[in-house]
């Protein structure tokens, strides 16, 4: 019992200091592993999704160089992952901000450098996206030299009110 307490709060820990050190990373040093990809797809297919449709999403992984120096405002990022849905409103696209955001940290999670992505939703080469499926919100990353540290966070960053 003690020992579960304690490695909850350990991971409490942990999941706070990394929501706090994560950040936009805009610069790449090179590309990922293929391992470092399977732990970001795994946290995209963790996410949740609004009434649990998951078959109403695509993820297309772009690394392939020619493809790339199709696109502009992805930061010569060399992986892209772009969410796609083939019922684009309200709630797909708050749940391809979930799936990106998951993604955002298990990359940053795993040393990489990551950012959220809209700049470059237009230029995607339209062969690349599934028959059907419109990009909604995508995910630069590749290797950094930055470091990651728990970051001072205002808390009036987001104007907050309280009913209580
Ligand atoms: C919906 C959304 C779209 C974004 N689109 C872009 C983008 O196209 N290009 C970019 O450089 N950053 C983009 N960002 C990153 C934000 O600019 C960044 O998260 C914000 O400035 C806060 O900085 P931080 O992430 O370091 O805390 C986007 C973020 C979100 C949530």
Do not use: C, W
């Amino acid at each position: 019992m003690l020992r579960s307490l304690l490695l909850g709060g350990l991971l409490i820990m942990e999941t706070q200091k990394m929501i706090s050190s994560r950040k936009a990373i805009r610069e790449y040093s090179g590309q990922i592993t293929d391992y470092q990809l399977h732990e970001i797809l795994t946290a995209a297919n963790a996410s949740p999704v609004a009434m649990g449709q998951y078959d109403n999403y695509r993820l297309t992984v772009i690394q392939d160089p020619a493809t790339l120096a199709k696109m502009s405002g992805v930061y010569d990022a060399p992986t892209v992952i772009v969410v796609s849905t083939n019922n684009a409103g309200a709630p797909e696209e708050v749940s391809a901000g979930a799936i990106v955001h998951n993604m955002e940290l298990a990359a940053e999670d795993q040393g990489l450098g990551a950012n959220y992505n809209m700049g470059g939703l237009s230029s995607i080469p339209a062969d690349v996206i599934p028959s059907g499926f419109t990009p909604v919100f995508g995910l630069t990353v590749g290797q950094t030299t930055e470091k990651f540290a728990p970051r001072e966070v205002p808390m009036d960053r987001i104007k907050t009110n309280f009913v209580k």
